[in-house]
C-alpha cells in the first residue's frame, strides 16, 4: 500500500504527548488531526478556489501539511491561507475527518494577529467586511440615504480605490424597517405566543413538539434533551429562539417575517434574543478575537433561551454552520457544546419535528412559480443539500431545478475583495449556466451571499425558502401574513 492510500496509524491522539502548535492555546493542539490525513488529495480536488486558481495551494497544504510543516521547523503560516474562502467543501470531502476549516481558521486567525501590518490597506478593509454587524445599524439608520449613496457609482469606484473593495458589485439595499423593529412593533415574544396558541387551538395540536425518531439530528436532539435535565420525549412547549443574523434583520426582514409566520403557523412561540454577528465573516478574514466576543453574547443569551425550553433556529445556512461547527471548533465557552447541539436550521427543523412533507402536499401559491435552487456549501456541509427540492416538490403549481452541486464563488466577504472578484466569478460560472438553462422565474437559496452572487451572476431575482413555505402554508389573506 502507498503513502498516499494508508491511513497513518495510531492517530487516535492517545500515543503522543501534545504538542502546543500555537503557544498561547493548548486548545488548538490539532495534532491528531493533521495525523489523520493520508494524503488521498480528495479535498483538493473538491476546492473551488484551487480550481480556478493555479497559484492557490489547496486545502491540504493550508491544513495538514502547514501543520507538519510549522511543529518540525516553526514555519510561519503561508499567507495563502488568506486565499481561502472558508466554503468548508473540503472539510465535508475529507474521508478521514481531518478538521481541515477548524485549521484554516485557527492558522488564518495567526497570520493575522503575527504577520498582517494593522495599518494596511488589506487589514482595514477586510476588518470593515468582517464587521458588518457594526457599520449596519449605522447605515440603516437613514436607509434610504444610505441606499442612495451606496449606490453611486463613484461610491463603488471610491470603495475599490480606497479598500480594495470591488467595485463590479452594488452594495445590498438597507430596509426601512428592520426585521427587529417590526418584530418589536408586532407585540414581540407575548404577541407570539398568543398567536402560536391561537395556531394550536386551530390546529387541534397539543403545545409539545413532536420528534420524528428516523431522523438522526432527532436522536441527536433527544440526547441533547436529555442531557439539559429533559427527557428523551419532549415536554416543553413548542418554543425556538430565532437566530436571525445580520442580514435578515437590516437587509432581508422578509426572510425573516416569513419564518416567524411559518413557525406561529405550526403552533410554536418564538423568542429573538440579543444577538451579535454569527461570526461567519470574522473567522474568514483571521479576526478570531472579534468573532469570539461575538460568540461570548450570542453562546450566552441562546443558552439562556435553551434553559427557558426553546430549541434555536437560524435562516441563515452559514449562521447555523458556525454555531453548530464553529463555535465549539474554536472557542471554549459555558453552554457552547449544548448550543451548538441544539441549533438548527429553520427548514430542516420543521421537517424533523413536524410533518412538513404532509403538511405541504397539494398546497398552492398565488401564481405558479418556478425556482432554480442553489444549495450553499454551508448548508451541505450540514448534509441539507437536498430537502428543499424535496419539500418544494409537494407544493402544487411549484417547479424546483437543482443548479447542481457547484460554490457559487462568493463565499461571503471573498467575492467582495476587488483581487478575488475574478476568481470569484470563475467559480461561479457553472452555477450561472446551470440557473440560465433552468429558465425559471427566481433564483432561490437559503444564504444571503450566495443570493447576491445568483442575482450579479444572472440577473434573477433571489429569494429564500422560507419565503415560499410562508406563500405556501400561510398565504395572503390570513393576518399572519399582514402582521
Ligand atoms: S481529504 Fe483529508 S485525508 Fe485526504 S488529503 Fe485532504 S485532509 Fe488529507
Ligand atoms: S474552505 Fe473552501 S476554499 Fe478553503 S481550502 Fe477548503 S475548499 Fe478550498
Redesign the pocket.
Known sequence: MSDAERPTEGGTGDDFEPIQVFPEAEEMDLRPGAD?????????TNCPVAEVDDEFPG??FQ??EQWRLKRQDDHDVDDSVMKCSNCMR?DS????D?P?SQMHNTARGEYVDERMDTFSREYVRNRILANYRRLAPLGSMFPRTTNFVMGLSATQWLGEKLLGITSEREFPSFATETFREWWDKRGGAAASRKRAQEARERRGGDATSKLRAEDPRARRDQDSSASRGGTSDRTEPKRIAYFHGCYSNYNTPEVAKSLVRVYEHFGYEIVVPDQHCSGTPMFANGMIDDARRSAETNVRELAAALEDGADIVASCSSCSMSLRQEYPELFDLAGIEDVAANTWDAVEYLRVHEDLEAELEGSTVEDDLSFAYHAPCHARNQGLDGQTIELLSRIDGVEAHDVGDSCSGISGTYGWKAENYDTSMKIGAEMFEHMADANADTGLTECPTCSMQMEHGTGYEITHTLEVLDAALVGTETEGRTQ
Open positions: 489523520n490525513c493520508y494524503k488521498c488529495s480528495t479535498c483538493d486545502p491540504k491544513g495538514p473540503c470531502a475529507c474521508p478521514s481531518v481541515l
